[in-house]
């Protein structure tokens, strides 16, 4: 059963077979249901004529943070560019340059505690939980200063300057789903 929202219409479906209607002698090729999206709910369904997108998610809209459902409808022998990639990217230079800070000024005060050259002040467990905060603080100098984020985008250009770009997490299962689209939908290039 359909719900009725807010405006009045009724709510697709978080399920890409239950919101696509398949033309006469169109088959299912494939679907990915369980893709992990940045930030997003995606699927994916490639069919003999086209390949469709369903996504749900935060958009922006005239200045304002919407909740967007969307679904995405591409003809096959209109996609005339496919293309993934994994993007790393690292944080900017100062939250790096903090980080490098956390993490030497954690090694300094392990130095000062080590030679006892400064007493910090006495409270329960003090030994260790000095140690402790120590070692937090350089965990997290070294997060900042070292971290790496990894995004697997898939971008499809159709038409004319239609373009479709899709954010994903990098894990097999994407990789796997971005290879085997590239692997369909390049007979149709050529």
């Not at 200045?63 to 560019?81: D, P, Y």
Request: charged share 25%; glycine share 6%.
């Amino acid at each position: 059963m359909e719900r009725e929202s807010k405006a009045g219409g009724t709510d697709m479906k978080n399920n890409i077979l239950k919101n696509v209607t398949l033309d006469t002698n169109e088959k299912i090729m494939k679907d990915f249901r369980k893709l992990k999206a940045k930030r997003r709910f995606c699927q994916i369904m490639l069919t003999t004529k086209r390949l469709i997108i369903y996504s749900i998610g935060a958009s922006l809209s005239e200045g304002r943070k919407v909740k967007r459902r969307k679904m995405s409808e591409t003809n096959l022998h209109a996609i005339h560019q496919f293309e993934y990639y994994i993007d790393y990217s690292r944080n900017r230079i100062w939250v790096r340059l903090i980080g490098f800070l956390l993490f030497v000024g954690a090694i300094v005060g392990g130095y000062i505690l080590l030679r006892n050259l400064w007493t910090p002040p006495v409270y329960p467990y003090s030994q260790i939980g000095n140690w402790v905060i120590l070692g937090v603080v350089a965990l997290i100098g070294l997060l900042l200063w070292l971290k790496i984020r990894k995004t697997l985008f898939i971008k499809i250009k159709s038409d004319l300057n239609d373009v479709t770009t899709i954010v994903l997490k990098v894990n097999k299962y994407n990789e796997l789903t971005a290879r085997y689209l590239a692997s369909k939908i390049q007979p149709f290039i050529s």
